[in-house]
C-alpha cells in the first residue's frame, strides 16, 4: 500500500502531463482540421485536386497539434511545477551530461516521420497530375499586368478564365515578359509562368485542375512582379459544359459587330484595360478619354495630333513616340504579332469614340 502511494507521487504527475498532452492535441487538431472543411482556415476546396491536398494538410494539422502540445505542455509544466524556489532563486542549474538514448530516439523519431511525409507528398504529388485524355488544353498567357487565356479547341480568346466543371483542364502557361504566378487558391494548385523566350528551352509549364465546383473564383497572380502586381487578377467562372461550350462559340466567333464594338472586345481580351482607362484616371498610361483628336505632348518637347496613325503606332511601336510623364518600356512592344491589322485598326475606331 505504502509503495503504491509511493508510486503515484512519484509518477503521478507524468500521467498528468500525459493526459494534458492528449487533450490538447486533441482540441487543436479537432480545431484545425474542422476549420479547413468549414471554410474558416482554408478557402473553399474547388477542385479535385483540393480534395488531395487538403488530406494532406491534415495529416499535417494533427502532426503539428501534437508536436506543439507536447512541446507547451512540458514547458508550463517545468515552468510551474518544478520552478527554483527561494532564496537561492538565482544559483545557477544543475549540470547534467548528454544522454545518448534520448539523442538517438529525437533523431529517429522525425527522421522517420519527414520520410513518411515524404512518400505520402510523393504520392499525392503523382494523383494530382495524372492525365485525363478528355482535358480541355488553355493557353495561360501572363503580361505585365494581365492574363490571357486561349482555347485552342474553339479558338476562343479571353481575358476570363471560363472553365466547364467536373472536367479536367490542362494549362499550358507561359509568360510574355517576366516571372508570373498563376494561384486560384480554392483550386489549390499553383505554378509559376516562365518568360518564353528566355533561354532557347521550351519554358511552357503545365497544371491540370479539375474544377468541381461551379462558381466565381479569381485568379491572383501570386509572383511579385512590378507596379501593378497587386491588380493582376482575373475572374475565373466554373460553369455547366453547355454554358461553356455556348460562351467558347461566342467567344471565337468572327466579331460582326460594328468597327468600334469589336474594338473594344479587343481591348479587354488583349489587357489594354490593366493601363488604360476610358474614364479619365491616369492608371499605368495614358486615360484614352479625349485622347483621339487632342494634341499629346511628347517627352522629347514636342507634340503631335492624336490621330489614327500616331494611335496605331503607338500600338504597334509604343516606344516610338512617349507620352510626356509616362514610361517607355512599360506598354507591350509585341501587339502587332498578337493583333490581325483589322482587329488595331478596329481598336483605333473605339479609342476615336472616346476622344474629342
Ligand atoms: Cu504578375
Known amino acids: 500500500m505504502r509503495s503504491l502511494v509511493n508510486l503515484i507521487k512519484r509518477y503521478g504527475e507524468y500521467v498528468f502531463v500525459a493526459i ?85 530516439v529525437w533523431t529517429i523519431i522525425p527522421l522517420g516521420i519527414v520520410l513518411a511525409l515524404a512518400v505520402y507528398g510523393g504520392s499525392v504529388l503523382s494523383n494530382i497530375e495524372r492525365r485525363a ?47 508570373h504566378s498563376f494561384w486560384v487558391p480554392e483550386f489549390r494548385v499553383k505554378q509559376d509562368l516562365l518568360p518564353a523566350t528566355f533561354g532557347d528551352e521550351d519554358n511552357t509549364r503545365e497544371l491540370r485542375i479539375t474544377p468541381t465546383i461551379k462558381g466565381d473564383y479569381k485568379v491572383r497572380c501570386a509572383e511579385l512582379c512590378g507596379e501593378l502586381h497587386y491588380a493582376m487578377l482575373a475572374d475565373v467562372m466554373v460553369v455547366e459544359p453547355e454554358e461553356f461550350e455556348t460562351w467558347a462559340a461566342a467567344q471565337a466567333a468572327e466579331c460582326d459587330l460594328e468597327a468600334a464594338d469589336c474594338g473594344a472586345r479587343w481591348v479587354e481580351q488583349y489587357g489594354c484595360t490593366a493601363c488604360h482607362s476610358f474614364d479619365g484616371t ?51 512592344v509585341n501587339f502587332e504579332e498578337q493583333l490581325t491589322e483589322e482587329q488595331i485598326a478596329e481598336i483605333v475606331a473605339f479609342i476615336q469614340t472616346l476622344g474629342e
Open 20 to 104: 494534458f498532452v492528449v487533450l490538447s492535441t486533441y482540441a487543436l487538431g479537432a480545431f484545425l482540421t474542422a476549420g479547413a472543411a468549414n471554410g474558416t482556415i482554408l478557402p473553399l476546396q474547388a477542385s479535385r485536386e483540393a480534395v488531395e491536398i487538403d488530406e494532406l494538410f491534415n495529416v499535417q494539422f494533427w502532426l503539428i497539434a501534437f508536436f506543439f502540445s507536447l512541446i507547451v505542455v512540458f514547458m508550463l509544466w517545468s515552468v510551474i511545477f518544478h520552478r527554483r524556489r527561494g532564496e537561492d532563486d538565482d544559483a545557477p542549474g544543475e549540470d547534467f551530461e548528454g544522454n545518448s538514448t534520448l539523442e538517438i
Open 282 to 332: 491616369q492608371v499605368v498610361g495614358p486615360t484614352w478619354l479625349g485622347l483621339a483628336g487632342s494634341q499629346v505632348l511628347l517627352d522629347d518637347g514636342s507634340s503631335v495630333l492624336a490621330d489614327e496613325i500616331y494611335l496605331e503606332t503607338s500600338i504597334i511601336n509604343p516606344n516610338d513616340q512617349i507620352h510626356e510623364g509616362f514610361q517607355p518600356n512599360v506598354m507591350p
Open 133 to 179: 485524355t478528355d482535358a480541355l488544353e488553355v493557353n495561360v498567357i501572363g503580361q505585365r499586368w494581365a492574363w490571357r487565356f486561349e482555347y485552342p479547341e474553339s479558338g476562343a480568346v479571353s481575358s476570363d478564365l471560363v472553365l466547364p466543371v467536373d472536367r479536367q483542364v490542362l494549362l499550358r502557361m507561359r509568360s510574355d515578359d517576366v516571372i
